[in-house]
């Protein structure tokens, strides 16, 4: 009997452990984040993605009263800021800022990446998108994208973009075939380069940001005939896009959203989501973003769209036999 009894109590003991330890689960998971959360950015600081990843990481820390620290560490493709992450444990507070070029461009380019971005990272949300935006010198004589390829049916035009690879680059390399063209690609390293020639009639047009040259248009110094998005910039709003242009369907942007380590708990993920969501969904978050498109939705939506211009830009880069060490 008394080995019964110490059985049973045996038995009590162990299931009253499991549901403590259950309990402390859950109440771990709904306490989330008890410590600060670093979203990791692999551009330097002061551009576009560090502005979102910013203004995403001051939402989440007012609502969740918990520091949100940025760390920038550009190079390597975005491989040395994404593999600090893939590397972290799979609990939340280290996540990253997912883009077009490190998680669909450039797995297509680099012939041995270190990993797979695709398998090693959760989708949470995608967060904002912005579109390039088609801008010739004002010397050159057209007004539309219809313009543009009839005088590059006569003649060779030139463009060029922030560097080989570009979100500007590659969006002129597939609407070329699709204007049954061929323009010769001058690489720069930054915007302010391509402006200059731009400007002094050095180049004849740039596909490039829509947040770097609205001001620009604006100001006369360019002029602008299209956007890459389908719907219109409301930084432009006279600008059509290159949809409306005679090519149905063209659509490439920049997109920016973030993403947390394989293994996450869905319960973080879903909380991830959620807060941020909440935080995007505001004036003042629109506001930071200053006309880039703020997206939101959900973690399983957002995956569907990676795995979608995945596919859409390795379709390019193999067509120009982009590749890269």
């Known amino acids: 009997m008394n080995s019964i009894a110490t059985l049973r109590r045996r038995a009590l003991l162990a299931a009253t452990c499991i549901a403590c330890l259950g309990a402390g689960g859950a109440l771990a998971q709904g306490a989330f984040p008890a410590k600060p959360v670093t979203i990791h950015v692999p551009f330097t600081a002061g551009g576009f993605s560090d502005t979102v990843a ?37 609990d939340g507070y280290v996540l990253f800022l997912a883009n077009v070029s490190t998680n669909a461009i450039n797995p297509n380019v680099f012939k041995r990446p270190p990993f797979d971005i695709g398998e090693e990272m959760e989708p949470v949300v995608i967060v904002a998108r912005t579109p390039n935006l088609l801008s010739v010198g004002n010397e ?37 075939p699709r204007a049954g063209v061929k323009f010769q690609h001058i690489p720069y390293k930054g915007s302010p380069q391509v402006l200059l020639d731009v400007v002094n009639g050095n180049l004849q047009f740039t596909i490039d940001n829509v947040l770097t040259w609205a001001p620009l248009a604006k100001a006369g110094r360019v002029r602008p005939i299209a956007v890459t998005s389908l719907k219109r910039s409301p930084l432009l709003p006279d600008v059509p896009t290159l949809d409306e242009s005679g090519y149905p369907g063209y659509q490439a942007t920049s997109w920016f959203g973030i993403a947390a380590p394989k293994g996450t708990p869905r319960e973080v993920i879903a909380k991830l989501n959620a807060d941020i969501n909440a935080v995007i969904d505001t004036p003042e978050f629109r506001q930071k973003l200053n006309g880039a498109e703020v997206v939101g939705g959900s973690a399983e939506s957002f995956k569907a769209y990676i795995a979608a211009e995945r596919k859409q830009w390795g379709q390019v880069t193999r067509a120009i036999n982009l590749t890269s060490d």
């Open 140 to 176: 050159v004589p057209v007004k539309s994208v219809k313009e543009l390829v009839d005088l590059a049916k006569t003649r060779q035009l030139t463009f060029g973009t922030p560097g080989i690879g570009s979100s500007g680059h590659l969006s002129a390399e597939m609407f070329s």
């Open 54 to 90: 910013r203004s995403v990481g001051a939402g989440l820390s007012a609502r969740w009263n918990v520091p949100v620290v940025i760390e920038n560490r550009p190079g390597g493709g975005g491989f040395i800021s994404a593999g600090a992450v893939v590397k972290a444990p799979a």
